[in-house]
């Protein structure tokens, strides 16, 4: 019964790529979010939807393109990956957008481009 | 701009011994203040929260931390750790007039309990 999911856990592509990360929840949720950590563990939002309307889309590279077909998914696209875009994203979702409210992670995709 | 900082980026403790993890934050304004914790290979997971109330806030597994406004600070702490407990620990703070809620990470403290 895993409350959010990523697929894949482990993606490994070449520069200039284009590749896509999925997360589904389904706790309920009507928020959903993405963050990038990087090799220093430090932990950034990018972007948040709620109620598949975007709320929050940090200074992130516009080849970077989230798409929130429903309430429960909340999906990554990447073009033209580049060497900095190796990291773990994690997926996250909380009940609304309102603040304070806990937020649930997924398990993290490792992401490596070569 | 909203920052989050720990202090301690690698924390050896053998078991029993006390825990005190640091954060501080600089932000003037009302703020709601959690600990997450990530086991080896786990997802990220929500070890307490301060909204209001109570500075000492207790939350799972034996964990509590003080929220204290005048200094921006809102350390974890535990008084007897166990092996167990070897994970990286994670301060976010969240300001409670955004309208939408955005997480700021601290940079998080890797703590390693020999049994």
């Known amino acids: 019964d895993t409350a959010v999911s990523q697929t894949p856990k482990y993606l490994v592509t070449q520069m200039g790529n284009d590749k896509s990360i999925k997360c589904e929840q389904n706790l309920g949720h009507d928020t959903m979010y993405w963050y990038k950590q990087d090799s220093k563990k430090f932990l950034k939002i990018m972007f948040s939807y709620n109620n598949k309307e975007l709320i929050i889309n940090e200074t992130v590279p516009n080849r970077f393109s989230p798409k929130s077909p429903d309430k429960a998914h909340l999906n990554l696209h990447i073009n033209s990956l580049e060497l900095g875009d190796s990291a773990v994203y994690f997926c996250a979702s909380s009940q609304d957008s309102a603040s304070g409210i806990e937020q649930y992670f997924g398990p993290g995709t490792r992401l490596t481009v070569t | ?115």
């Open chain 2, 1 to 115: 701009a909203q920052s989050v900082s720990q202090h301690n980026h690698h924390v050896i403790l053998s078991e029993a011994a006390s825990l005190e993890l640091g954060c501080n934050y600089s932000y003037g304004g009302t703020v709601n203040l959690f600990w997450y914790v990530q086991y080896p290979g786990q997802h990220l997971q929500l070890l307490l929260k301060y909204f209001s109330g109570d500075p000492l806030v207790k939350g799972i597994k034996g964990f509590e931390a003080e929220f204290i406004k005048s200094k921006f600070s809102f350390n974890l702490r535990k008084p007897s750790v166990q092996w167990s407990d070897t994970a990286e620990y994670f301060c976010a703070v969240n300001l409670s007039n955004t309208g939408f809620q955005k997480l700021v990470f601290g940079t998080g403290t890797r703590l390693l309990v020999s049994p």
